[in-house]
C-alpha cells in the first residue's frame, strides 16, 4: 500500500513538473489595441517583444496579438513619427495611447517664468530727464495653445516684485511662430499685446545722482516733472524664444523681447518652464 502510495505522489509531482516546464517553453500571447492622442485607432504601428525581433503591425483596428518568450518583459510599440511607447508584456494589455514626437497641434501647456525687467521713461513725459528707473526681478503664469505644429498662442501674467519702491503688472497675449533648429530644440518670433501697470510708491519722486556735463556728480532734483501713484497703458511686445522638449511633458526655454506702452519702453529677459497637458 505504501509503494502505490508513493508511485501516486511520483507520478502526480511528475505531471507538475512537465507542465511547468511546457508553460515556461510556450510563448505567452499578449493582446491590445493601438490609438493616437485623439483615440483614433493606429494601423501599421509596429508591436515588438522588447530585445527580440518578434514583432507584429497593428490591423486596420489598431489591433495586435502577438507571441512574446517568456523571458520578454516588455514590448515596444512604434510609429513614423511618434515616440516609442514602452508597455508590460501582459495577456490583455487593453488600449495603448502613443504621443507625437516635438511640437504638433492641439498641444496645451501650462508653465512659470522668472526673469529682469527694464523700463525707461526715453520721451520724457513722465520725468524731465530721460532715466531708466525700474529693474527688478518679474515672475509669472502661462497657458499656451497649439493650433498646428508651428502656430501658438500664449497668456501669461506677470508680476514685477517691488524694487525701489516700484512694482510692476504685465497680462498679455503673444503669438509664437515655432521653427525647428534640430531634435525636440525650437526657436520662435514673439509678437504680443497686452496690458501693463507700473505702481510708484510713495517715495517717488526722489532725487538721482547723476552726471552733469560739467564733469561733476549732483543730486539733482529738479529733473522730474509730475509724478502719478499707477500709470496704466496698452503695450506691444516684439522678441525671440528657444524652446528645448525634455520629454513629451516638459520643457524648458529662454526669451528676450523689447516693449512699449504709452509712457515707457523696456526689455524683459526670462526663463520659463512649461509642463505640457495633451491634447
Request: charged share 20%.
Amino acid at each position: 500500500m505504501k509503494h502505490m502510495i508513493r508511485f501516486v505522489v511520483s507520478a502526480i509531482l511528475s505531471v507538475f513538473i512537465l507542465a511547468s516546464a511546457y508553460a515556461q517553453d510556450s510563448p505567452n500571447i499578449c493582446r491590445g489595441v493601438v490609438v493616437d492622442q485623439k483615440g483614433e485607432p493606429m494601423v501599421g504601428a509596429i508591436v515588438t517583444a522588447k530585445g527580440t525581433t518578434v514583432s507584429v503591425p497593428t490591423d486596420i483596428d489598431g489591433k495586435f496579438s502577438l507571441e512574446v518568450p517568456t523571458n520578454v518583459k516588455k514590448l515596444e510599440i512604434s510609429y513614423m513619427g511618434y515616440n516609442v511607447k514602452t508597455v508590460k508584456a501582459l495577456p490583455e494589455i487593453g488600449r495603448i495611447k502613443m504621443s507625437r514626437k516635438g511640437l504638433h497641434a492641439g498641444m496645451l501647456g501650462v508653465g512659470a517664468s522668472i526673469g529682469i525687467s527694464s523700463l525707461s521713461d526715453d520721451d520724457g513725459d513722465i520725468f524731465d530727464y530721460d532715466i531708466d528707473y525700474l529693474k527688478n526681478c518679474v515672475i509669472g503664469v502661462h497657458y499656451q495653445f497649439s493650433t498646428s505644429k508651428r502656430i501658438r498662442f500664449v497668456l501669461a501674467v506677470k508680476y514685477g516684485i517691488p524694487s525701489d519702491d516700484i512694482s510692476l503688472l504685465d497680462a498679455g497675449l503673444d503669438f509664437n511662430l515655432t521653427v525647428s533648429l534640430g531634435k525636440r530644440f525650437y526657436f520662435y518670433p514673439i509678437v504680443g499685446i497686452g496690458y501693463n501697470q507700473v505702481h510708484l510708491g510713495d517715495s517717488w519722486p526722489r532725487n538721482i545722482p547723476t552726471y552733469i556735463p560739467g564733469g561733476s556728480t549732483e543730486d539733482v532734483g529738479n529733473l522730474f516733472g509730475e509724478v502719478k501713484t499707477n500709470y496704466q497703458s496698452f503695450r506691444i511686445s516684439l522678441g525671440i524664444g528657444f524652446e528645448k522638449l525634455l520629454s513629451d511633458r516638459i520643457s524648458v526655454g529662454i526669451e528676450g523681447r523689447s516693449y512699449t506702452t504709452n509712457n515707457f519702453s523696456g526689455f524683459n529677459g526670462s526663463a520659463k518652464l512649461t509642463f505640457y497637458l495633451g491634447n
